[in-house]
C-alpha cells in the first residue's frame, strides 16, 4: 500500500485520528515560518499518543543545527525533513533525512553524494510557506520518466479528490497531505481525513 503522511498536526486528537486510519507518518512542523509551528513543549504532548511502527517526522526551514537536535529530543522524532537545500552537516544530525525537492524552483534538492544517504525523497509545489501546505498541486508530468536513489515522497495540494490520480501518475512509495485534510491551518478535518485514506487504498486497488 501508498504510506500515508499526515503533516501539520498541532492538536493531540488529530494525530490520534491519523495513526487509527493508518498513517504511517506524522508530520509535527517546527518551521518558524510556518502557521502549523508547534513548540517542542506542545510537540512532547502530541507524540505521546503515537503508536510504535508509526514514524514521528519533525520538519524544518532555517532552523540550526541545535534547534533541530533540541526537537529530535523533546519529541523523539524517527526522521527530520529539511526544506531546503540540504549539506553536509544535515546528513550528521542524528536522525536519517528526507530530503526535499520544489519541483517548480527547479533546483537540485542536495549536492552530489549527498541524496543516496537520505531515506527520502519528497517532491513540492514551489512558493507557499517554504514548509509544504501550498494547497495546489505541481505538474506530475515533471516527473515522468525520471529515477532517484532513495524512495519518493508526493506531496504538494493533495485532496481526497486528486490522491488518486497522482499515485498513478508518479508511484510514490508515500503521499504527504496537510492542507487538503485541513478546516483551518493546523485543524484537521476527521472526514476529510477518511475521505483520503479511502481515497488512497481505492488508488493502491485499481493498481493491484
Known sequence: MTQVKICGLTRPQDVELACALGAAYVGLNFAAV???RVTVEAARALVASVPSGVARVGVFVGETSEQIREAIEAASLDLIQIHRALREEDLRLPRPV???????DDAAPAPDGLLP????????AAAGDLAGGTGRPFDWSALDGKRWPVPVILAGGLTA????AGIARVRPAAVDVASGVESAPGVKDPGKLRRFFEAVREADARLA
Open 34 to 36: 510556518s502557521p502549523r
Open 98 to 104: 528526507i530530503a526535499v525537492a520544489r519541483v517548480e
Open 117 to 124: 544517504q537520505c531515506r527520502a525523497l519528497l517532491f513540492d
Open 161 to 164: 479528490e486528486n490522491v488518486g
